[in-house]
């Protein structure tokens, strides 16, 4: 693929991007085009593929091919559409109840599967389109139109999901920090296979603050540690702290004995920073925390295609139609 | 010693057995063979509902029925001529159907006191009185495999599974049969497992010559080639291998690839099976997570420019719904195969139907048209799965095509289509940004195809309503009327490229049967008979389209003085028929007992409808 530049106007659609005054879909948006300008794709070979809900708009504010879908159902289409054309660069949004309720079984298989395709889960903790019902994130006790004396689900730890499922690139981040959903975007379309990204966003109207104890800049600073290849686990102001995993244990260490990050590795270190989610006494964690290189789905299928038409040569229909078996009449 | 042969112009031979017993093999070896003799034939194999039911049970009792003739024929047969017994459940579940006097052949080595005990029968129907009025041929087929295979390495369980084979032999010499391409399938089948060879080549001799020398038979049969068969090239087809082929064809008559994506379902997964050995032809076959995942994808591969396809059978279709309204409103070719079976719910997997017309048709929120056709045979089910495509990528829609379980699993010889007479129908993938608007329409009223990877063209498309022309999302009242009635249209302005069906029989008469799907063959030959022997005034109009309907139907229902609609629903097509001919009045006939209708059936109805009886 020729190295191609694009900027984040060549990105935009001439369509009126619709969502609440203060929604967090608005930084995510400029963040993506920002990304996406950089991926060195030309515009024709990128499809946004969602399903219903606030988030799945999104095609329709992108200047590239995009598709609509239907809900919880974008994984099955964009894994159709992948796997039938490799050269496309295709991305899925979504949301935490499209992704994770209706959609869960396509979800985890297409992650299972390794299908080259971008992922990226926008989790406000409820159901936006439909006007404030708890959704498979909302912690428990949530009070929601659905659930006036707070809800008794226990929800889905998307990371966790994602990992179980065998995604090969599992990262988060939040609507917060533009950059860093830059560059989240930027390694996820760099990584050869699936990538599942949770992306933390704020809806304003319907479960407002949802995530503001740790996604404000001071928050972040000290209740959240960013996962990053090489780097050392460190967080804090002046990441003066540091996290060790020793013994399936996670301490807070001095910055200079932090472990370094490696998500790479096979050991399950990412399940345990997932698992920070339910500590109050420790940084909840963004950034990268799995990355595995294994063949994805659609280069099997078109490798399988491509090896037998190659041995057999190209199929020939008469051949297949007029079989050995066949006899002739008059 | 020579014993006589007599010609036999038809004959029904019904093969059952314990699941075990390997009567689908048999049967198809039979049927294989008889192809290439130059009989016609139809088969239909009754499979039993439960996949491990007690061995010597009823529930388990497997069977293949075979009809093959010196003329030309439509069904697998009403009543066996002939019925091979392997064990008493087998028997006891089979022997009313035989005709009288017909010849019942059991396998007494399986109808000791524990087989009789499994099959729950007090006493053994070969000794008291059952099979009175039959020809009885009872053989300790256990016994004479067993004397057969003397001295081979097999253990005795194994040498016990090539009974089936003996059965075949004796039936080959019973209906003068050659075994050379039994012999020959066997060594290409077993190549690796040269005993298992021998032993069946051995077993298939040993019942061969017992005919000659057991004197069992009073005499042996011929049945003669088929004289005045259109010429051609012929092979044996069933239904789901001839869905699949029709597939590749007409993927390739469009200038396209096929991706099927597709979820395992009882009847049609064979489809899955056959295209997913066929990757030489760029076919990409998905088994997904679920019949939604399996349309999903096949939706999002037609958007990136193939031929996206999804197979099913009626409850998957159910789940299916919403994405083809998806498919719908996006206006993308798809091709989606309902293999019928029957019951709501998880019903009769095994057994055949035709209910699935009114949720093909109406199955989906709001006005959702879309074109519905349906195989009639084994062999049309070919031109049908072309015809599908064609309509696909000619009008941007989605297509049911409509098969069973009669069709799927029964064969036929198939006449081959000469190549270069296969029509052609290049799908036009748009590429030049001049003028370029998502919904624009030709001539058919199909929006034009962009795919993702052409420069310039980058559109969006989805489920939300489209403003017409340029695909962008609008909720405004007008357009919505506008695109609905676009969508209502271009459905119907299919009936511009599909001719109006020819009736069979006299241009007019007393009755005019119309039938749709696998009831073709009964019909026809019901029809067909009536005619012949008594002069009946009646016709019979097939429908290959169910949706929308052929131009010229009011004119030729306006000939007959009634109509009859028989089908294997509670009242499908005679209800849409009503709904859009209401001039006509359309007398239902139906039959829901997970069997297709013989032609005595559609005989008896029409004797008695002219008759003022019903
Ligand atoms: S409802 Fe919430 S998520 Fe949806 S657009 Fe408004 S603020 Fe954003």
């Given at each position: 693929?020729?190295?191609?530049?694009?900027?984040?106007?060549?990105?935009?659609?001439?369509?009126?991007?619709?969502?609440?005054?203060?929604?967090?879909?608005?930084?995510?948006?400029?963040?993506?085009?920002?990304?996406?300008?950089?991926?060195?794709?030309?515009?024709?070979?990128?499809?946004?593929?969602?399903?219903?809900?606030?988030?799945?708009?999104?095609?329709?504010?992108?200047?590239?091919?995009?598709?609509?879908?239907?809900?919880?159902?974008?994984?099955?289409?964009?894994?159709?559409?992948?796997?039938?054309?490799?050269?496309?660069?295709?991305?899925?949004?979504?949301?935490?109840?499209?992704?994770?309720?209706?959609?869960?079984?396509?979800?985890?298989?297409?992650?299972?599967?390794?299908?080259?395709?971008?992922?990226?889960?926008?989790?406000?903790?409820?159901?936006?389109?439909?006007?404030?019902?708890?959704?498979?994130?909302?912690?428990?006790?949530?009070?929601?139109?659905?659930?006036?004396?707070?809800?008794?689900?226990?929800?889905?730890?998307?990371?966790?999901?994602?990992?179980?499922?065998?995604?090969?690139?599992?990262?988060?981040?939040?609507?917060?920090?533009?950059?860093?959903?830059?560059?989240?975007?930027?390694?996820?379309?760099?990584?050869?296979?699936?990538?599942?990204?949770?992306?933390?966003?704020?809806?304003?109207?319907?479960?407002?603050?949802?995530?503001?104890?740790?996604?404000?800049?001071?928050?972040?600073?000290?209740?959240?540690?960013?996962?990053?290849?090489?780097?050392?686990?460190?967080?804090?102001?002046?990441?003066?702290?540091?996290?060790?995993?020793?013994?399936?244990?996670?301490?807070?260490?001095?910055?200079?004995?932090?472990?370094?990050?490696?998500?790479?590795?096979?050991?399950?270190?990412?399940?345990?920073?997932?698992?920070?989610?339910?500590?109050?006494?420790?940084?909840?964690?963004?950034?990268?925390?799995?990355?595995?290189?294994?063949?994805?789905?659609?280069?099997?299928?078109?490798?399988?295609?491509?090896?037998?038409?190659?041995?057999?040569?190209?199929?020939?229909?008469?051949?297949?139609?007029?079989?050995?078996?066949?006899?002739?009449?008059? | 010693?020579?014993?006589?042969?007599?010609?036999?112009?038809?004959?029904?031979?019904?093969?059952?057995?314990?699941?075990?017993?390997?009567?689908?093999?048999?049967?198809?070896?039979?049927?294989?063979?008889?192809?290439?003799?130059?009989?016609d034939?139809a088969t239909?194999?009754?499979?039993?509902?439960?996949?491990?039911?007690?061995?010597?049970?009823?529930?388990?009792?497997?069977?293949?029925?075979?009809?093959?003739?010196?003329?030309?024929i439509y069904t697998a047969?009403?009543?066996?001529?002939?019925?091979?017994?392997?064990?008493?459940?087998?028997?006891?579940?089979?022997?009313?159907?035989?005709?009288?006097?017909?010849?019942?052949?059991?396998?007494?080595?399986?109808?000791?006191?524990?087989?009789?005990?499994?099959?729950?029968?007090?006493?053994?129907?070969?000794?008291?009185?059952?099979?009175?009025?039959?020809?009885?041929?009872?053989?300790?087929?256990?016994?004479?495999?067993?004397?057969?295979?003397?001295?081979?390495?097999?253990?005795?369980?194994?040498?016990?599974?090539?009974?089936?084979?003996?059965?075949?032999?004796?039936?080959?010499?019973?209906?003068?049969?050659?075994?050379?391409?039994?012999?020959?399938?066997?060594?290409?089948?077993?190549?690796?497992?040269?005993?298992?060879?021998?032993?069946?080549?051995?077993?298939?001799?040993?019942?061969?010559?017992?005919?000659?020398?057991?004197?069992?038979?009073?005499?042996?049969?011929?049945?003669?080639?088929?004289?005045?068969?259109?010429?051609?090239?012929?092979?044996?087809i069933m239904g789901?291998?001839a869905?699949?082929?029709?597939?590749?064809?007409?993927?390739?008559?469009?200038?396209?690839?096929?991706?099927?994506?597709?979820?395992?379902?009882?009847?049609?997964?064979?489809?899955?099976?056959?295209?997913?050995?066929?990757?030489?032809?760029?076919?990409?076959?998905?088994?997904?997570?679920?019949?939604?995942?399996?349309?999903?994808?096949?939706?999002?591969?037609?958007?990136?420019?193939?031929?996206?396809?999804?197979?099913?059978?009626?409850?998957?279709?159910?789940?299916?719904?919403?994405?083809?309204?998806?498919?719908?409103?996006?206006?993308?070719?798809?091709?989606?195969?309902?293999?019928?079976?029957?019951?709501?719910?998880?019903?009769?997997?095994?057994?055949?139907?035709?209910?699935?017309?009114?949720?093909?048709?109406?199955?989906?929120?709001?006005?959702?048209?879309?074109?519905?056709?349906a195989c009639a045979t084994p062999a049309d089910a070919f031109d049908c799965?072309?015809?599908?495509?064609?309509?696909?990528?000619?009008?941007?829609?989605?297509?049911?095509?409509?098969s069973d379980?009669y069709i799927a699993?029964g064969a036929e010889p198939w006449r081959?289509?000469?190549?270069?007479?296969?029509?052609?129908?290049?799908?036009?993938?748009?590429?030049?940004?001049?003028?370029?608007?998502?919904?624009?329409?030709?001539?058919?009223?199909?929006?034009?195809?962009?795919?993702?990877?052409?420069?310039?063209?980058?559109?969006?498309?989805?489920?939300?309503?489209?403003?017409?022309?340029?695909?962008?999302?609008?909720?405004?009242?007008?357009?919505?009327?506008?695109?609905?009635?676009?969508?209502?249209?271009?459905?119907?302005?299919?009936?511009?490229?599909?001719?109006?069906?020819?009736?069979?029989?006299?241009?007019?008469?007393?009755?005019?049967?119309?039938?749709?799907g696998s009831t073709y063959g009964a019909?026809r030959?019901?029809?067909?008979?009536?005619?012949?022997?008594?002069?009946?005034?009646?016709?019979?109009?097939h429908?290959r389209?169910?949706?929308?309907?052929?131009?010229?139907?009011?004119?030729?229902?306006?000939?007959?003085?009634?109509?009859?609609?028989?089908?294997?629903?509670?009242?499908?097509?005679?209800?849409?028929?009503?709904?859009?001919?209401?001039?006509?009045?359309?007398?239902?006939?139906?039959?829901?007992?997970?069997?297709p209708?013989?032609?005595?059936?559609?005989?008896?109805?029409?004797?008695?409808?002219?008759?003022?009886?019903?």
């Amino acid at each position: 693929m020729s190295a191609v530049q694009l900027t984040p106007k060549d990105l935009k659609s001439d369509q009126e991007v619709r969502w609440c005054p203060g929604c967090g879909d608005y930084a995510i948006l400029n963040a993506t085009q920002a990304a996406l300008a950089e991926i060195g794709v030309p515009r024709e070979k990128m499809t946004i593929i969602s399903g219903i809900g606030c988030s799945s708009r999104f095609p329709y504010y992108m200047g590239c091919y995009g598709f609509h879908g239907i809900h919880g159902r974008a994984a099955a289409i964009a894994t159709g559409t992948k796997t039938a054309n490799p050269d496309l660069s295709v991305w899925v949004v979504t949301g935490d109840g499209d992704a994770m309720s209706i959609g869960g079984n396509h979800l985890i298989h297409t992650m299972r599967r390794n299908v080259d395709l971008k992922i990226l889960m926008f989790n406000n903790q409820i159901y936006g389109l439909t006007k404030g019902q708890y959704s498979p994130t909302s912690p428990a006790g949530l009070k929601t139109k659905t659930s006036p004396f707070g809800s008794v689900d226990l929800p889905f730890n998307p990371i966790n999901l994602a990992l179980g499922s065998g995604a090969t690139f599992v990262a988060r981040t939040v609507d917060t920090n533009p950059k860093h959903i830059k560059s989240t975007l930027l390694a996820a379309a760099a990584h050869k296979g699936v990538a599942f990204v949770e992306i933390w966003q704020n809806c304003v109207i319907f479960n407002d603050g949802a995530w503001k104890d740790w996604s404000t800049k001071d928050a972040r600073a000290e209740r959240t540690i960013d996962l990053q290849p090489g780097q050392p686990l460190v967080y804090g102001k002046d990441n003066e702290k540091g996290l060790r995993i020793s013994g399936g244990e996670v301490e807070v260490v001095a910055a200079a004995d932090a472990d370094v990050w490696d998500p790479t590795t096979a050991a399950p270190l990412a399940y345990v920073m997932a698992y920070l989610d339910e500590r109050e006494d420790l940084p909840h964690a963004l950034g990268i925390f799995r990355q595995h290189d294994k063949p994805t789905y659609d280069a099997a299928v078109k490798e399988q295609v491509d090896a037998l038409t190659a041995k057999k040569g190209k199929g020939d229909l008469k051949k297949l139609i007029y079989t050995k078996d066949a006899w002739q009449v008059g | 010693m020579s014993i006589a042969v007599t010609r036999q112009d038809d004959v029904v031979i019904r093969f059952a057995g314990d699941s075990g017993d390997g009567m689908q093999i048999t049967g198809n070896q039979f049927t294989d063979t008889t192809a290439l003799v130059g009989n016609d034939l139809a088969t239909f194999p009754d499979f039993p509902a439960e996949i491990r039911a007690p061995a010597g049970t009823r529930a388990g009792v497997s069977g293949f029925q075979i009809r093959f003739s010196s003329t030309d024929i439509y069904t697998a047969g009403d009543i066996p001529d002939v019925l091979v017994a392997m064990n008493a459940a087998a028997l006891i579940v089979n022997y009313k159907d035989v005709a009288p006097g017909g010849i019942i052949i059991a396998n007494t080595g399986n109808f000791t006191e524990r087989d009789l005990q499994k099959a729950k029968l007090a006493t053994n129907p070969l000794e008291d009185g059952t099979l009175d009025g039959y020809r009885v041929i009872a053989i300790d087929i256990n016994a004479r495999v067993t004397e057969a295979l003397a001295g081979s390495p097999l253990t005795s369980k194994d040498v016990l599974r090539c009974k089936n084979f003996y059965v075949l032999g004796l039936m080959y010499w019973l209906y003068s049969r050659p075994l050379e391409p039994t012999l020959e399938w066997l060594a290409a089948k077993f190549a690796k497992k040269q005993d298992l060879a021998d032993a069946n080549r051995t077993a298939l001799r040993a019942g061969y010559n017992s005919g000659d020398i057991h004197e069992v038979f009073q005499g042996r049969y011929e049945v003669v080639p088929v004289e005045n068969a259109l010429p051609g090239t012929y092979r044996n087809i069933m239904g789901n291998h001839a869905v699949a082929l029709g597939l590749v064809a007409g993927a390739e008559l469009a200038g396209l690839k096929l991706f099927l994506g597709s979820y395992p379902i009882t009847p049609a997964t064979d489809i899955l099976q056959h295209l997913a050995e066929l990757k030489e032809f760029g076919v990409i076959t998905c088994q997904m997570e679920d019949e939604i995942a399996g349309i999903c994808t096949a939706i999002g591969a037609s958007y990136a420019g193939m031929l996206g396809c999804t197979t099913t059978s009626g409850p998957g279709l159910a789940l299916k719904t919403e994405a083809i309204g998806l498919a719908i409103m996006t206006e993308l070719p798809l091709v989606i195969v309902d293999v019928q079976r029957a019951g709501p719910s998880t019903g009769l997997p095994t057994k055949v139907e035709q209910a699935d017309l009114l949720q093909s048709l109406f199955g989906r929120n709001s006005d959702a048209p879309l074109p519905i056709i349906a195989c009639a045979t084994p062999a049309d089910a070919f031109d049908c799965a072309v015809e599908a495509c064609r309509i696909a990528v000619q009008y941007m829609t989605p297509v049911i095509l409509l098969s069973d379980n009669y069709i799927a699993n029964g064969a036929e010889p198939w006449r081959l289509p000469e190549m270069d007479k296969l029509p052609h129908f290049p799908a036009a993938q748009v590429t030049d940004p001049a003028g370029y608007a998502p919904y624009a329409r030709d001539g058919k009223l199909a929006r034009p195809w962009a795919v993702p990877g052409t420069p310039g063209l980058e559109h969006r498309i989805g489920g939300l309503e489209k403003e017409h022309i340029t695909g962008n999302v609008s909720h405004n009242p007008e357009n919505h009327q506008l695109m609905s009635e676009l969508r209502r249209d271009k459905v119907l302005g299919v009936r511009d490229t599909i001719p109006t069906p020819e009736v069979s029989g006299p241009r007019e008469a007393d009755l005019l049967v119309v039938g749709w799907g696998s009831t073709y063959g009964a019909i026809r030959s019901g029809t067909e008979r009536l005619r012949r022997e008594r002069n009946v005034s009646v016709a019979h109009l097939h429908l290959r389209h169910l949706w929308p309907l052929a131009n010229g139907l009011d004119e030729i229902f306006a000939r007959y003085k009634q109509i009859l609609v028989p089908e294997l629903n509670m009242g499908q097509l005679s209800r849409l028929l009503q709904g859009e001919y209401p001039d006509h009045r359309f007398l239902h006939y139906g039959k829901v007992k997970g069997k297709p209708f013989t032609a005595r059936e559609i005989r008896e109805k029409i004797t008695a409808v002219l008759e003022g009886k019903s």
